[in-house]
């Protein structure tokens, strides 16, 4: 997020989405989309979506790791033409030590379970989040990559 | 379901040419890494590492073209490992599109090379390397330089400094076993999963499609690298995985 705003890219992304241009922000990009992070220290998110970013906490749940580092399964909660053509269920490659918790449970788009299950898909209105990597989950991820593309601007 | 347990081919890469890597049935090319990559992926590999093996710092540039060209076509996981010694040569590697980077004898040499390497790029793309040999009962020492010298560090100390300095996974060979398909080195694996709350991958050893579950089983691994036991068109990797679902471990299997 620090290099965002030092970059002068927050305003204009922030410009872009009250223009009303579909945003698709993947892995730290779905965590920036949210109000408040936990990583480092507290910092402030682009606040496009209600919510904040938290580390994974899997004590609970011994033997599991933090990172999540592999392939899992993500299940759409909800229709959304980001997942059209898709199957109920499908694999995806995810790299993360943190996690997005939303306020507005309408919000969560897809979920996954490492020990708790947790957000791993996000939308509102024209704003889109995936936590895993669609560019890294072969099939599945670039045809939610090719959805998105194909979303009207 | 869970996360699953992944399988991972390695290819050995000399100079562009892939010299030590998986035999597969009907290849044009069995030498070029790119012919290989769309292979495995097409088989259900989760990942694929590639050993640059070139001595020469000079021609990395060609490691450098064939990781741009396997990941504008491979859409799963590339991490590459091999002589890499500065955050200059992890950045160039990066730019060239690998995801994650894998270093070994520099980071023994100077461990924080881990901590600014998973500071600048982010603990995600930083996998330590660790070449292990049985010592006494329980302890085994790290082995570097292509496991021709040992630096009398324990390797699972080694490993829980490398987590604690921010490693995001470690690929752990055991020397003892690497090339005997004896199978894994079963209580090392125990021995790192005890210690170590990032994910190991184990490498050395497998022959069978028992070795992988024993491995994940018994050894706790998180993902298993494999070379040799695909080499000779013994098993497939979809075959491997069919197998180990068999026994309750959680594996990507789709039709695409």
Known sequence: ?153 | MALAKRIIPCLDVDAGRVVKGINFVNLIDAGDPLELARHCDREGADELVFLDITATHIRRDIMHRVVHQTADQIFIPLTVGGGMRTLEDMRRMLHADADKIAINSAAARDPSLITRGARTFGSQCIVVTIDAKSRDANTWEVFVHGSRRATAKDAVAWAQEAQDRGAGEILLTSMDRDGTRDGYDLDLLQAMHACLSIPVIASGGAGTLAHLRNALLIGQADAVLAASIFHFREYSIGQAKRYLQRYGIPVRLEAP
């Open chain 1, 1 to 153: 997020m620090h290099e965002l705003i030092a970059r002068g890219l927050a305003e204009p992304v922030k410009e872009a989405v009250r223009r009303h241009v579909p945003l698709l922000g993947i892995c730290v990009g779905m965590q920036m989309l949210f109000e408040v992070g936990l990583e480092d220290g507290v910092h402030q998110d682009l606040g496009l979506l209600p919510g904040r970013v938290q580390r994974l906490k899997l004590e609970a749940y011994p033997g599991l790791k933090v990172p999540q580092i592999g392939w899992n399964q993500v299940k759409p909660t909800r229709p959304s033409p980001l997942f059209d053509g898709m199957n109920p269920v499908f694999w995806c490659y995810f790299v993360h030590s943190y996690h997005a918790v939303c306020d507005r449970e309408c919000d969560i788009l897809a979920t996954t379970c490492h020990g708790l299950t947790i957000s791993s898909a996000v939308s509102y209105s024209h704003i889109f989040g995936v936590q895993f990597h669609p560019e890294k989950s072969q099939h599945a991820g670039l045809r939610i990559l090719r959805n998105f593309a194909t979303l009207s601007v």
